[in-house]
């Protein structure tokens, strides 16, 4: 970065997603010759990419926009909470521009309205791989945006449209660029990764000369084959779901370091089939069960992430139940659970009945001490195993018999699920190890490099 180029301070809010938008526009202002920067202080300009799903995030958000307007005052606003764009200026009339989710070119317009490029956007003055927010061992992929669902506690398809399904090519490309650059981990994202190419009937592309169509199950082949851990998140459960779990199999028999992982990240949301209708879900808790049961006959040690909400509107004693009835019987790994909040525009906010406050705080605490025990029954599973592991971190202690290195095995997500200390060890973030568990707890694991 040439010291006299125009600087840009970039704060990114929202889930795994949005900060693939940031990492997009990133790229596009560094292939300008623009300069990012980390502080209020040495930008010329701000860009915030917003969350706005939930009032939280909402309220997160214009907080970050108030406080750069405070320490820079030139801010531009972008991201989910943009496509509602009256709530920002009502807020913060003096923002200089104000644009929606994955609205790349608007964004940049308004950059430059404010500050000349310094470069033209086609010489090369970024890796192939692009600017990354994650550390340089994993990535997200983003595999196409919007939804077509039309779930009543959710309004992420007025914030981000109907499903947009990205060429697989593209995608592809992406994802070797990554590999090639270092990241050992692909982590799969969109609004609905099972419904990759549904929007465009699976058309047909291209990739190493070779059709493939734009389709999950084909997707998920072909990034089986790079040299890298590929996890999938946000999978709705359809059919054809289950002729993944072969593939998520035949990673884990081989203890590998590259492949489909046995992981499905898939929002179940309840349990009770008259609040899952209400939600506007498409699932009856029987055939999930029975779906379970029949990918673990195939894969045995898969490793199933699920969200819920306690306290939907309307939900009754007998509701919650049926759903602690469902988190017994399902034995989920890895489980979140969020106490239901309205969201402005969502459809129910509208449903009778809503649950007192501090009844939706007691389920939900009800819902975790059961799974708290499930998990940790789960874990304690493993001790004596030895199983491969990706490194995060490291802990320097005292002693070297007590430095530890932070590591995820297969069933662990960066930032949302457990982790694997490997004790007396100090390893690089980045490599794959062996390791043999030795103890653990509800949340995660201990063990020995082997």
């Not at 320490?71 to 909470?81: A, F, R």
């Not at 909040?341 to 406050?357: F, I, Q, R, T, Y």
């Not at 874990?379 to 290195?405: C, F, H, R, Y």
Request: proline letters at 6%; one cysteine or more; charged letters at 25%.
């Amino acid at each position: 970065m040439n010291s006299d180029s125009p600087k840009v301070g970039f704060v990114s809010l929202g889930c795994p997603k949005a900060l693939v938008d940031s990492e997009r526009i990133l790229t596009q202002l560094r292939s300008e010759g623009y300069g990012i920067v980390p502080d209020y202080d040495g930008a010329d300009v701000v860009v915030i990419n917003t969350c706005g799903f939930i009032d939280s995030a909402v309220e997160e958000s214009l907080d970050a926009i108030g406080e750069a307007i405070k320490e820079n005052s030139k801010v531009i606003v972008t991201g989910c909470l943009g496509a509602e764009s009256d709530k920002v200026l009502n807020a913060h009339p003096d923002v200089l521009a104000v644009t929606g989710p994955h609205a790349y070119e608007e964004v940049m317009n308004a950059v430059h309205e404010q500050l000349t490029p310094p470069h033209d956007p086609y010489i090369d003055l970024v890796p192939p791989q692009g600017i990354k927010l994650t550390p340089k061992h994993y990535a997200y992929l983003k595999i196409s945006e919007g939804c077509n669902h039309r779930c009543s506690f959710c309004i992420i398809p007025s914030l981000r449209g109907d499903l947009v399904s990205r060429p697989i090519g593209d995608v592809m490309q992406e994802a070797e660029n990554l590999v090639n650059a270092g990241v050992k981990e692909l982590l799969v994202v969109s609004q609905d990764t099972s419904a990759y190419g549904i929007d465009t009937k699976y058309r047909t592309g291209f990739w190493q000369g070779r059709p493939v169509k734009s389709h999950i199950q084909q997707l998920s082949e072909e990034l089986s084959q790079l040299d890298a851990w590929v996890r999938l998140h946000y999978v709705y459960p359809y059919p054809h779901v289950d002729k993944l779990i072969p593939l998520m199999s035949e990673a884990l028999n081989n203890n590998s370091d590259k492949g489909i992982l046995p992981y499905l990240d898939i929002p179940f949301q309840h349990a009770s089939h008259r609040i899952l209708k209400d939600m506007r879900r498409p699932a009856h808790a029987e055939k999930v069960l029975t779906r379970i049961q029949k990918w673990r006959e195939i894969c045995p040690d898969l490793t199933i992430r699920s969200t819920f909400i306690a306290g939907f509107p309307g939900e009754t004693e007998e509701d919650f139940e049926l759903l602690l009835d469902f988190l017994r019987e399902a034995q989920l790994n890895r489980v979140g659970c969020f106490a239901y909040s309205d969201v402005d525009g969502a459809e129910a906010n509208k449903l009778a009945n809503p649950v007192p406050e501090d009844e939706k705080q007691y389920r939900l605490e009800r819902f975790m001490e059961v799974q708290a025990e499930i998990s940790a029954a789960k874990l304690a599973s493993k001790i004596g195993k030895q199983m491969t592991v990706l490194t995060d971190d490291t802990v320097q202690g005292e002693t070297e018999k007590e430095d530890v290195t932070i590591a995820r095995s297969s069933s662990d997500a960066p930032e949302i699920d457990g982790v694997v200390y490997i004790e007396g060890e100090l390893l690089e973030a980045g490599q794959f190890a062996q390791v043999e568990i030795t103890h653990a707890d509800e949340h995660d694991l201990w063990g020995k490099l082997i």
